[in-house]
């Protein structure tokens, strides 16, 4: 049983990271400047507004 806020932090962190790593999906992380990022975005939801 947790003691402390961060003890329960830490056990579910850990958790958390235990569940990406066996589930099989593979991650990618993917960074732009926020204007970039902006018209990224528009272009991907632009036609499913449509």
Avoid: S
Avoid at 15 to 21: E, F, L, P, S, V
């Amino acid at each position: 049983m947790p003691r402390t806020p961060r003890d329960l932090a830490a056990r579910m962190a850990a958790r958390r990271r235990q569940a990406k790593a066996d589930d099989g999906v593979e991650r990618e992380t993917f960074t732009q400047p926020r204007e970039q990022a902006r018209q990224t975005a528009r272009a991907f939801l632009d036609p499913l507004r449509r």
